[in-house]
């Protein structure tokens, strides 16, 4: 029954726009207020464009501009409502993530308080801290470790890999890595972000000491003298890094094994230190081509 009404409705709607068909003005109107009924705003406004009749052929498309108004309307409070649910979503997915990283920040302080020695209230030890063979390493409280860090305590010759004492203070992305040796900080030491330290031959820092980001500090060497064997089979030598007290190493510093570096020193940005350094010396330039004593 709808399929036919809805066909004759059609039939009207063409009759309409016959030029040779006269209608009344009445019955016009009528099938104009049907067709605008149904919503089909294109076939209304072809069957207006023969309408005799401008006051009616001007009501009914104002009509047409009317909806289509509307209909943006209604599609922007619709935006706007989704645009307003999305943030909503939003404020509550971050809530929900600060509680969650709450929740996980106070399962790690369990976890860590339960195998170092550092007691509740003398650490700010990040969640994400990665701790590798963690019965040996060492640490004394107060001591600060920042995001992403990676401290391995692996050693074959001591009791325990990494040693770090009290009034340590790691930024991010710091790797300590014993390498079967052992990395030994007195404190208070400061490290910058990315530095990495090599403990194959061990490492001895002293008091006092500040690290800068993307230092080097590797205490092993590859063998590399026999033509016959791949350099990777020839094994390694470590005589192990010393490092003194009150000493600044700049950002981006190598120190490579064998070397050890006196009491009030400062090594420059980008330095690569391959011999010893003497007490109260700044030194600079890729290969410590420049020594100064300071007075």
């Avoid at 590859?222 to 064997?229: A, T």
Wanted: with cysteine; glycine share 10%; net charge positive.
């Amino acid at each position: 029954m709808k399929k036919e009404q809805h066909m004759h409705l059609r039939r009207k709607s063409r009759i309409l726009r016959r030029p040779d068909k006269v209608v009344p003005i009445e019955h016009r109107a009528k099938q104009y207020s049907r067709i605008a009924k149904r919503g089909s705003h294109k076939e209304l406004f072809a069957a207006l464009e023969n309408e005799p009749n401008d006051v009616l052929r001007d009501i009914f498309i104002k009509y047409i501009e009317d909806c289509k108004h509307l209909l943006t309307e209604n599609e922007g409070h619709k935006r706007a409502r989704s645009q307003f649910a999305l943030k909503g979503l939003a404020r509550t997915y971050i809530k929900l993530m600060e509680h969650l990283h709450d929740l996980h920040q106070w399962a790690f302080d369990l976890y860590f308080e339960s195998w170092s020695s550092v007691r509740h209230g003398q650490y700010d030890v990040s969640h994400s801290v990665d701790f590798r063979t963690r019965n040996q390493i060492l640490l004394n409280g107060p001591i600060t470790i920042k995001s992403y860090a990676i401290i391995n305590g692996r050693s074959d010759r001591y009791r325990y890999g990494v040693v770090l004492g009290a009034e340590s203070y790691l930024k991010e992305r710091v790797i300590l890595d014993a390498y079967g040796g052992r990395i030994h900080a007195q404190g208070p030491i400061a490290m910058g972000q990315n530095v990495f330290v090599h403990g194959g031959g061990g490492v001895t820092i002293g008091k006092h000491v500040i690290i800068g980001p993307n230092v080097c500090i590797i205490a092993s060497n590859h063998n590399y003298r026999n033509p016959s064997i791949p350099i990777m089979f020839q094994g390694d030598r470590a005589k192990g890094i010393v490092i003194g007290d009150n000493v600044w190493i700049g950002a981006g510093a190598v120190i490579l094994d064998g070397v050890s570096i006196g009491n009030k020193v400062v090594i420059g940005a980008g330095t690569i230190i391959t011999k010893d350094v003497p007490d109260n010396t700044v030194t600079y330039g890729t290969r410590i081509t420049t020594q100064e004593r300071i007075n």
